[in-house]
């Protein structure tokens, strides 16, 4: 059975790094049909794609963070990360890990981590 | 980046009523167009994706349609687990990006 989870720091120092691991299992990271990523939501706010990474390292970022975001992947660990860097509160949010399957010929997030809430404040 | 409109933003509906949600695009996304549920304090579950196929396990009482900027998802008959926030998604163009949601609760 696929699952995803979360884990890393829960609070975060304004202008610092926030870094999140998704570690899979159930399924190979290295699949083809998949890329990994990640998703945000702040509290009582929607949804926001943050990016994705392929088994070869290949990413996407959403444009509105690209300067301050990097995704990475470990296949042989069978994680991903993401690390935003030079936060503020305006980040605090719940951080969902997600598979991206394109296997249909479209791509849908079809399985989620139970997210992780990280809260920017000093 | 493609804005997603959803509409209404909240409902108010009984078990057994039928309800739409709808959910434009700003520009065309063909049939890249998801649907997802969320409850309170889990992530969210796809329902619906390429605009009109269930995701499997999802009841039949859930169908949506669309294609190009115009959508629609469908509950036939509301049971009491279908509370929930309502998201689309478009999956053309990057970066993906949702609707504002639809909560959808009991009258």
């Known amino acids: 059975q696929l699952q995803l989870q979360e884990s890393g720091p829960g609070l975060v120092k304004p202008s610092e790094t926030l870094s999140l691991t998704c570690s899979v299992s159930g399924v190979s990271i290295s699949s083809s049909s998949y890329y990994w990523g990640w998703v945000r939501q702040p509290p009582r706010e929607g949804l926001e794609w943050i990016g994705r990474v392929y088994h070869s390292g290949s990413t996407s970022y959403n444009p509105s963070l690209k300067s301050r975001v990097t995704i990475s992947i470990d296949t042989s660990s069978s994680q991903f990360s993401l690390k935003l860097d030079f936060v503020t509160a305006s980040d605090t949010a719940v951080y969902y890990c997600a598979r991206h399957d394109y296997s249909s010929g479209v791509t849908t997030f079809d399985h989620w981590g139970q997210g992780i809430l990280v809260t920017v404040s000093s | 980046d493609i804005q997603m409109t959803q509409s209404p933003s909240s409902l108010s509906a009984s078990v057994g009523d039928r309800v739409t949600i709808t959910c434009r695009a700003s520009?065309?996304?063909?049939?890249?167009l998801n649907w997802y549920q969320q409850k309170p304090g889990k992530a969210p579950k796809l329902l619906i994706y390429d605009a009109s196929s269930l995701q499997s396990g999802v009841p039949p009482r859930f169908s949506a349609s669309g294609s190009g900027t115009d959508f629609t998802l469908t509950i036939s008959s509301l049971q009491p687990e279908d509370f929930a926030t309502f998201y689309c998604?478009?999956?053309?163009?990057?970066?993906?990006?949702f609707g504002q949601g639809t909560k959808l609760d009991i009258k």
């Open positions: 998604q478009q999956t053309y163009s990057y970066p993906f990006t």
């Open positions: 520009e065309r996304v063909s049939t890249y």
